[in-house]
């Protein structure tokens, strides 16, 4: 890309009868052609995404978007014009990068739902009988409020259904990706649902781990990898 505009500014600068007044005047035209790719802000918060869009920017929000961009007419020109690489080359290569976004999601989908099916899960019932039977302990020896217990174990039980309800979910869809042929409609099945399904698992999971006991949850926190380590 950089040695196509090299290219493109050199065929106009060559022909130039005076070389000073055609270097000003060319980054004065680029400078006002482009102009509205120019942003002096984030370009990874919010506001540059909505002022993207304002623009008439692209906005490409994962790999598997940006992939079709290698075998555009343009790109394909591109590429050939310089012999960097042939139509065929380019289309074999987004094949491969749509094949291997698909295996790297569906290898952390499974890793979620074997750590969640082995580890969350058990981890979490194991806190919630505990708590259930230290509430019936409590109400048997002394007629006080457990009301605070009653309410953990209401909240942790729903956030353990949530949990598992999702978890089936991701284990279905992860079923249906897996069993697809490789290739584009694969990668954007993986990113359309696979991906939410294992963001709609993480959230539950999340909560609870705000909650249960850390001497019952199956591993480290952030916390503890950054200061305990």
Same mark, same amino acid.
């Given at each position: 890309?950089?040695?196509?505009?090299?290219?493109?500014?050199?065929?106009?600068?060559?022909?130039?009868?005076?070389?000073?007044?055609?270097?000003?005047?060319?980054?004065?035209?680029?400078?006002?052609?482009?102009?509205?790719?120019?942003?002096?802000?984030?370009?990874?918060?919010?506001?540059?995404?909505?002022?993207?869009?304002?623009?008439?920017?692209?906005?490409?929000?994962?790999?598997?978007?940006?992939?079709?961009?290698?075998?555009?007419?343009?790109?394909?020109?591109?590429?050939?014009?310089?012999? @960097?690489? #042939?139509?065929?080359? /380019?289309?074999?290569?987004? *094949?491969?990068?749509?094949?291997?976004? $698909?295996? &790297?999601?569906?290898?952390?989908?499974?890793?979620?739902?074997?750590?969640?099916?082995?580890?969350?899960?058990?981890?979490?019932?194991?806190?919630?009988?505990?708590?259930?039977?230290?509430?019936?302990?409590?109400?048997?020896?002394?007629?006080?409020?457990?009301?605070?217990?009653?309410?953990?174990?209401?909240?942790?039980?729903?956030?353990? @259904?949530? #949990?598992?309800?999702? /978890?089936?979910?991701?284990? *279905?869809?992860?079923?249906?990706?897996? $069993?697809? &042929?490789?290739?584009?409609?694969?990668?954007?099945?993986?990113?359309?649902?696979?991906?939410?399904?294992?963001?709609?698992?993480?959230?539950?999971?999340?909560?609870?781990?705000?909650?249960?006991?850390?001497?019952?949850?199956?591993?480290?926190?952030?916390?503890?990898?950054?200061?305990?380590?």
């Amino acid at each position: 890309i950089v040695a196509e505009a090299f290219a493109d500014a050199c065929d106009i600068l060559e022909k130039a009868d005076d070389f000073g007044i055609a270097v000003h005047d060319l980054i004065k035209q680029y400078a006002t052609e482009h102009q509205r790719i120019v942003f002096n802000g984030n370009g990874y918060s919010k506001e540059w995404i909505e002022e993207a869009e304002r623009r008439g920017l692209p906005h490409l929000r994962s790999m598997v978007e940006t992939i079709p961009s290698l075998v555009t007419p343009k790109a394909i020109k591109l590429f050939e014009s310089f012999g @960097v690489y #042939t139509q065929a080359e /380019l289309e074999s290569r987004a *094949e491969i990068m749509y094949e291997q976004y $698909a295996k &790297a999601i569906n290898i952390e989908a499974r890793v979620m739902i074997d750590v969640a099916s082995k580890q969350i899960i058990p981890a979490v019932i194991k806190y919630v009988t505990k708590l259930a039977n230290s509430i019936n302990t409590i109400k048997a020896a002394a007629a006080v409020d457990v009301s605070v217990q009653e309410d953990l174990l209401k909240e942790c039980s729903g956030l353990l @259904v949530e #949990t598992k309800k999702n /978890l089936q979910n991701l284990i *279905e869809v992860a079923d249906q990706g897996s $069993a697809m &042929a490789e290739g584009k409609e694969q990668a954007e099945f993986y990113y359309n649902k696979i991906m939410p399904a294992m963001e709609a698992l993480r959230t539950p999971v999340d909560k609870l781990e705000m909650l249960v006991d850390k001497e019952m949850w199956p591993m480290p926190s952030y916390g503890d990898l950054i200061f305990e380590v």
